[in-house]
C-alpha cells in the first residue's frame, strides 16, 4: 500500500523558517516525481515546488522563489521542503504527491494536480504573529 506522510507543519511568525518532510512508502517502482501542493481555505490546490527523483531537477512557484529549497534523500525516500522568510500568505495545508507515471513535464505540467497518482494527509502551516 502506498503512503505518503508529512510531517513538520507548525504555527510560526512572519519571517520564521519550517521545514516539512515527505516520506514515500509501499512503492515498488522507480517514481519520477514528487511535489509539493498547498491548500489555503476557500483557495484551489496549487503548486508550491517539485523534484525529480532521479536527476534532482527542481521547479518553484513564482510566489516561492527565493525563499523556498526542496530537497530530497532517495535512500530514505524523502523529500523535504525548506521554507524560509515565511509570511501570512503561505498559510495553508501542504501536501506532498508523487507521479509514478511520467506525467508531470509531459502530459501536464507539474503544477497540476492531475499528474499525480498518491497524496499525502497534508500537515498544517500557519505564519501569523
Known amino acids: 500500500q502506498v503512503q505518503l506522510v508529512e510531517s513538520g507543519g507548525d504555527l510560526v511568525q512572519p519571517g520564521g523558517s519550517l521545514r516539512l518532510s515527505c516520506v514515500v512508502s509501499g512503492i515498488t517502482w522507480d517514481y519520477y516525481a514528487i511535489s509539493w501542493f498547498r491548500q489555503a481555505p476557500g483557495k484551489e490546490r496549487e503548486g508550491v515546488s517539485t523534484i525529480s527523483i532521479r536527476d534532482g531537477s527542481t521547479n518553484y512557484a513564482d510566489s516561492v522563489k527565493g525563499r523556498f529549497t526542496v530537497s530530497r534523500d532517495n535512500a530514505k525516500n524523502t523529500v523535504y521542503l525548506q521554507m524560509n522568510s515565511l509570511n501570512p500568505e503561505d498559510t495553508a495545508v501542504y501536501y506532498c504527491?508523487?507521479?509514478?507515471?511520467?506525467?508531470?513535464?509531459?502530459?501536464?505540467?507539474?503544477?497540476?494536480?492531475?499528474?499525480?497518482?498518491?497524496w499525502g494527509q497534508g500537515t498544517q502551516v500557519t505564519v501569523s504573529s
Open positions: 504527491a508523487t507521479d509514478s507515471l511520467g506525467y508531470s513535464g509531459t502530459y501536464y505540467s507539474w503544477e497540476n494536480t492531475k499528474a499525480y497518482d498518491y
